[in-house]
């Protein structure tokens, strides 16, 4: 199930500290694993975790492999988390969509 | 359902609106501005019945289905009202003949930077397991409310 590989991709750490990289820009492999103290093949390992989740997506252009956040990727994830609201709490969110678009009065 | 059970659970739920405290009042007080937010209908539910008598001892009820299920019905009285301040009432809430819950909400309004801060708390106590897949409902119908604000807006 898509959702299972996002939130087993979203449970690590280093996983997230590389989509929030990667939300500014793409970047290339090397530049990816710059920041974190590990070997090139376990942050290989992490991006095909990410990748698998289709949280991201890479190309090689000659030597130098890119990854980018893919579009609307966590979408899905934030869909769910959105629903697993209580009634009250969806109420109050309409009390407040609604406070803050009347005119005054 | 077989068997008998009661679940008691307490939350709190605190917001921050950058309105004035008599603003947010109203939305409580005045029964057309409440129905706004309170029993909003939407592609999910249609709404069959919306009572409101703000003051103490006075009850507020509505009632509405989901795709023409069986009407949910919300049942309360006011106990306490204290103008711009707080507002308690005891609720009941009814899908179809089944009563699946009673619980007791306390809505405190002070002013916040300006704006106002709401703290509601509910103490409640859900019956024989009905509550579950039914306020999956609400939430999925909320959502949705959610998604069409955030289109207008």
């Known amino acids: 199930m898509t959702l299972d590989r996002m939130f087993h991709a979203l449970s690590d ?7 929030e990289r990667l939300v500014r820009n793409p970047a290339s492999v090397s530049d990816l694993a710059r920041p974190f103290e590990m070997s090139l093949p376990a942050v290989v390992q992490h991006l095909a975790v990410l990748e698998a989740a289709g949280l991201v997506t890479s190309q090689k252009i000659g030597r130098v492999r890119t990854v980018q956040l893919a579009p609307e990727a966590l979408t899905a994830a934030g869909t769910w988390i959105g629903q697993q609201r209580i009634p009250a709490e969806r109420q109050l969110d309409r009390l407040g969509d609604l406070l803050s678009t009347t005119p005054e009065r | ?3 008998r059970s009661q679940a008691h659970h307490d939350f709190t739920l605190e917001r921050t609106f950058t309105v004035p405290v008599e603003k947010v009042w109203a939305a409580f007080a005045d029964k057309e501005t409440k129905r706004l937010w309170f029993a909003a209908e939407n592609e999910e539910l249609s709404m069959t019945a919306y009572e409101e008598d703000f003051r103490v001892g006075g009850h507020g009820m509505n009632e509405g289905s989901f795709h023409g299920g069986p009407p949910h ?8 009202i204290v103008d711009l ?3 308690i009432y005891t609720y009941d809430m ?5 009563h699946i819950s009673t619980s007791i909400t306390t809505i405190v309004f002070e002013p916040a930077d300006g704006g ?3 703290t509601l708390t509910e103490q409640g106590v859900h019956l024989d397991g009905y509550d579950n897949g039914e306020q999956r409902e609400l939430g999925t119908a909320g959502l949705l409310d959610d998604l069409g604000a955030t289109l207008v807006a």
């Open chain 2, 73 to 80: 019905r919300f049942h309360c009285t006011y106990t306490d």
């Open chain 2, 85 to 87: 301040e707080r507002i």
């Open chain 1, 13 to 19: 750490g280093t996983r997230r500290a590389m989509i």
């Open chain 2, 94 to 98: 009814w899908i179809g003949d089944t």
């Open chain 2, 116 to 118: 106002t801060r709401l």
């Open chain 2, 1 to 3: 359902m077989t068997g």
